[in-house]
């Protein structure tokens, strides 16, 4: 409990790497040494990937730091035993690549690079020296356990005695509901299309005549609740994942352009 209350304190003080990182073992697997500021370190990942700010909920990332840690625990002891299978071979390029993916969906999430590095508290170069190994070791991991389960079959009866065996200690989960929907394509009138076109033509002589800044009006105008609390940005995102329309003319577009 002690160390719970320290965490939360270096971390009020210190967010996201801000004093360096907190030395100490936090525990020992066969041959690995598990640091506190490497549990520190993935926990402020997931904190980030689940939109928990610890400095207002401390208690929340407190259980996310002990999650963590028994996370990592339980992977040293798998990957103690599936370092010893002749059969994974993981190459360096696809630990590269899994790296980069990795590094690009948490740059997703902060909104753009530099709140990234930012919240990290390092250089792009120390996040990829400092995670290599532990991707690495992640798909170790992942293709060992693929390897123990891929033949597995377990039946409905198996499943249903499962339940009825440990049921007790099952969680419960709240209701669930299936909605059905009648969709009725539609096409705007003229008069819409002219009003909309127009709309969009005052913006863009606000900003290119009268001065006025792209995210000031798309706070003011935008109706997407996602996007204009932070001046329309979308941050990085993949080609293809927005609408093609759109995408077709952005990527055709200048730096710095205004269609």
Known sequence: ???????????????????????????????????????????????????????????????????????????????????????????????????????DDFILKAGSEKLFLEMAGMSMRQIKADYWQDIRDMMILERYQYSKIQNVDVSRVEVLHFFDSFKDSIPRHPEKYNFSIIE????????????????????????????????????????????????GRLGFTHRGVLVKEYEEVSYAMEVGEIS
Do not use: C, W
Not at 195 to 218: T, V, Y
């Open 184 to 231: 009725i394509p539609f096409s705007p009138g003229d008069a819409s299309r002219t009003k909309a076109f127009d709309f969009l033509n005052m913006l863009k002589d606000e900003i290119q005549i009268k001065g006025a800044s792209f995210d000031s009006l798309a706070q003011l105008y935008s109706h997407d609740p996602g996007s204009a609390p932070v001046g």
């Open 1 to 103: 409990m002690f160390f719970n209350r320290f965490v939360v304190v270096v971390f009020l003080v210190g967010m996201f790497f801000s004093q360096g990182k907190v030395d100490g073992v936090a525990a020992i697997v066969g041959n690995s040494v598990i640091l506190h500021s490497d549990v520190l370190q993935q926990s402020q990942f997931v904190a980030m990937e689940r939109r928990v700010d610890p400095s207002k909920n401390p208690y929340l990332f407190e259980q996310i730091y002990v999650s963590t840690l028994n996370n990592i625990i339980n992977q040293y002891a798998v990957l103690s035993v599936a370092e010893k299978d002749t059969n994974i071979i993981i190459s360096n390029d696809e630990v590269d690549r899994a790296l980069n993916q990795q590094i």
